[in-house]
């Protein structure tokens, strides 16, 4: 381990051009994290190029020549095998490495880490892995519901953004539109089908049991996350043509009897969480609203027709380039700020 540097730690963003990176860059600035340095990096396709960031013009560098023992804390934020590659050399020069990929969030030598939920489990870890946005947004009501009523049975359908596949997603759905709206071919070439003007029920890989990878995702992280592995629970994950902002359906099937207001008061005093539940206003949670917002908006609670009091209904909606990435990551390394 290094020894901890009096100015406060020198902080390295991998991917920093990207969707997760760019963010990282935002959130660092607005929670004025006590950095004492911020470098840059991406791909070889960007090295040298100059850009504008909340800490003033940087020059990206080369990912892959970077020196590691000059970094106390990488925020990781490339896909693919890159982190597989790369997180040994990192920590083995000391540094402290937090993960956006889903490349170590299966690995139970890891810390999967929702800070407000398992802040405790960082423990020693030099390597922390952010979980998939869509399980971020949804476990902090879930965990409220847990600790307070149990879970028997959760069913969940979300709404997710374009942006969850990266700047490429953004891009590609302005195009489309803009090709639409021309009475062009709206084309495609990030998603399955084109995504504006539909909707698509396929993320990420479809597996042996007739679920996607995404849906599997939120399975497996909320149980780690809780370290609960009986949770019972399934998600169906639909890509929609919005910006930003994963919206999720979320249905419950309660331990002990829920009053829908007892729920709404115990969420008001929630840290990460606003309640966004006001029918008689038309006040709900929306991507609109919820977007650049660090906590998620929750909102509809109601008794559920199937379970009555045994059951609950709400829609979330979260920012996932924030709370289901950036503001995460952040949120992780203030945690470790006294080990830094
Ligand atoms: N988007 C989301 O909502 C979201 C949420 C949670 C987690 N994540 C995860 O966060 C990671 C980044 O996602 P993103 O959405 O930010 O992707 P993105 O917008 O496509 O950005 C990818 C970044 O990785 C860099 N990169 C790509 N290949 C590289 C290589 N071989 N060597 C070095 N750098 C390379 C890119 O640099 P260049 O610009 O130079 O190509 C860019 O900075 C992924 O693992 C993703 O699954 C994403």
Not at 286 to 297: I, N, S
Request: aromatic fraction near 8%; charged fraction near 25%; charge should be positive.
């Amino acid at each position: 381990m290094k020894t901890k540097n009096k100015n406060g730690p020198r902080v390295g963003i991998f991917g920093a051009t990207g969707a997760v990176g760019k963010e990282l860059q935002k959130v660092l600035h607005d929670r004025k994290f006590p950095l004492s340095s911020i470098r840059l990096f991406a791909s070889e396709r960007s090295a040298g190029k100059t850009v504008e960031t909340p800490f003033g013009k940087k020059t990206i560098e080369n990912a892959n020549n970077a020196d590691y023992s000059g970094i106390d804390i990488a925020f990781f934020a490339i896909g693919g095998g890159w982190p597989k590659e790369n997180a040994k050399k990192a920590t083995d020069a000391g540094c402290i490495v937090i993960d956006n990929s889903s490349t170590f969030r299966y690995d139970d030598t890891v810390p999967l880490v929702v800070p407000e939920i398992n802040a405790g489990s960082i423990g020693s870890s030099r390597l922390i892995a952010n979980p998939n946005c869509t399980t971020a947004i949804a476990a902090i009501p879930l965990w409220v519901i847990y600790k307070n009523y149990g879970l028997k049975k959760v069913i969940i359908s979300t709404y997710q953004a374009t942006s969850g596949a990266g700047a490429e997603g953004m891009e590609e759905l302005v195009r489309e539109t803009r090709n639409y709206l021309e009475g062009k071919e709206a084309g495609h070439e990030v998603f399955q089908y084109p995504i504006a003007f539909n909707l698509i029920p396929h993320i990420d890989k479809f597996q042996d049991n007739d679920y996607t990878k995404e849906e599997m995702k939120v399975v497996w992280e909320t149980r780690k996350i809780f370290g609960d592995q009986k949770i019972p629970l399934s998600c169906t994950c639909v890509r929609i043509p919005t910006m930003r902002v994963h919206s999720e359906s979320i249905v419950v099937e309660t331990e002990k009897p829920v009053d829908p207001a007892e729920l709404r008061d115990i969420l008001r005093k929630t840290a990460g969480v606003t309640v966004k539940d006001d029918i008689t206003k038309n006040i709900y949670p929306m991507p609109l609203t919820a977007t650049g917002k660090y906590d998620v908006e929750v909102g509809r609670i109601r008794q559920s027709l199937i379970f009555g009091r045994h059951g609950i209904e709400f829609f979330v909606c979260g920012d996932q380039l924030l709370r289901g990435a950036a503001s995460n990551a952040v949120q992780i390394a203030e945690a470790m700020l006294s080990r830094l």
